[in-house]
């Protein structure tokens, strides 16, 4: 008896490991069949380009086009304000573009030399009520020049932001 369920159990797992066994033909004609699709459906759209008529397009009255001078719009944009003091540098003016934010000194000031060497006049502070030091890579009177100056810095610091004292 135990002959054949030892018999019959070795069957049993010699016919699951045979059944499940995959089929590289089964691969290779899917593939094949999806190659083909491919180059059908490219041969349908050069024929459907070549059967396409040119309009013809009436001729269009034309105005002259009065230009308004685009005046560039800086209210919207988003600033925060901290009670920073400067840690290491020459001053702070009142608004600033912060690329980094650290809690410790150390990073902060590394990232100040790698900004310095850039040819930024990159200066560190300090925020006591959050204790992070604010890597600050340049600092403007105006709203609008420090707008512009952190769009060109968040092509290197994707997270570089206004600071307004």
């Not at 059944?19 to 290779?28: D, F, I, N, T």
Request: glycine share 4%; charged share 20%.
């Amino acid at each position: 008896m135990k002959k054949f369920m030892v018999l019959g159990a070795a069957m049993c797992v010699a016919m699951a490991f045979t059944g499940c066994k995959s089929s590289e033909s089964a691969y290779k004609k899917a593939y094949e069949k999806a190659k083909a699709q491919d180059h059908q459906a490219a041969a349908d759209n050069d024929d459907n380009a070549a059967q396409q008529e040119t309009p013809v397009v009436a001729p269009v009255e034309t105005q002259p086009v009065t230009q308004t001078p685009v005046v560039d719009n800086y209210d919207n944009e988003p600033v925060r304000r901290e009670n920073v003091s400067v840690v290491n540098g020459a001053g702070l003016k009142a608004y600033s573009v912060v690329v980094g934010s650290f809690s410790i000194k150390a990073n902060a000031e590394g990232l100040q030399q790698r900004l310095r060497s850039a040819g930024y006049d990159a200066q560190v502070a300090y925020n006591a009520g959050n204790n992070m030091y604010r890597v600050v890579a340049s600092t403007y009177d105006s709203k609008a020049s420090a707008v512009q100056s952190r769009n060109q810095l968040r092509a290197t610091y994707a997270d570089a932001w206004l600071l307004s004292r």
